[in-house]
């Protein structure tokens, strides 16, 4: 494909290595009958080898300007010219019993959203292989007591088991980022949480962590479970949010809902 220039807005850098993206699709290992979606094809690096194993793929590109290049060379992809985290993603369901498998080099500034956007549709997806700041994968994977553990460890822990792949260098991209980046790939579980719980886990975690060096009691206090009545959790809320591992915040959030639904629903 002619080659575009990237853009900063769009957080782009294009995977140029061979090796790395054999790496990757082999890890993906794509089948004939997976539904596939691809986030940010860009020049088509990934996408000219997950043709070649499946027939369902759904490439997501927000950059207009790579779209008739892209219809062009693939015209059997089914390309939608869109911001993925703006799509509903249970339209992307052919067979409801096929759930979705999402790859991409994802841009480092919208890691976040995208696995949250992951997470809010985690029911439907089976797996995801994604390209992120190395920094980030290390968030994600990062035991408790560490320094690293946070919001984003015990929420993608929670809803998927973590493989933390390969480094891979800045050599590899167009335009080279300025930090190493990883590829991890992401299994997610069958949910426990019903959707309220799952909506309250969320933000439960996030006030835990609101306050990083105070007690979870003051940075609870400080959030919408300020009227929360914790004495018979059985969590101690003296430790810090990080001295918690990811079942105790599953407990705390049913023990939440259980004893003082009324009060949150009303905040």
Do not use: W
Request: charged fraction near 25%.
């Amino acid at each position: 494909m002619q080659k575009v220039k990237a853009l900063k807005r769009f957080g782009q850098n294009y995977l140029t290595d061979s090796n790395i993206i054999n790496k990757i699709i082999s890890e993906f290992s794509p089948q004939p009958n997976d539904n596939l979606i691809e986030i940010g094809p860009g020049l088509g690096a990934l996408t000219e080898k997950l043709l070649e194993k499946a027939r369902l793929l759904t490439s997501v590109e927000i950059d207009r300007r790579v779209i008739d290049q892209l219809r062009k060379k693939y015209p059997q992809l089914n390309l939608i010219n869109a911001d993925f985290l703006e799509l509903d993603l249970s339209e992307l369901l052919i067979n409801k019993n096929e759930k979705l498998r999402i790859i991409g080099n994802i841009p480092y500034n919208l890691t976040s959203p995208i696995l949250f956007k992951m997470i809010e549709s985690n029911e439907i997806i089976k797996d995801s292989v994604l390209t992120v700041q190395l920094e980030v994968a290390k968030r994600i994977t990062a035991k408790k007591g560490t320094k690293d553990y946070g919001i984003l460890a015990v929420l993608m822990q929670h809803f998927a088991d973590i493989k933390l792949n390969f480094k891979v260098s800045p050599n590899v991209f167009y335009p080279k980022p300025k930090v190493y980046s990883a590829v991890i790939h992401l299994f997610f579980k069958e949910n426990c949480l019903k959707e309220e719980e799952k909506k309250y886990f969320i933000k439960m975690v996030k006030a835990s962590f609101g306050n990083r060096r105070k007690t979870l009691k003051n940075s609870l206090s400080n959030s919408i479970f300020s009227t929360v009545n914790f004495l018979d959790s059985e969590i101690d809320l003296t430790l810090r949010a990080e001295q918690l591992d990811v079942e105790d915040f599953v407990r705390l959030t049913k023990f939440t809902l259980a004893n003082n639904r009324q009060s949150l629903l009303n905040t």
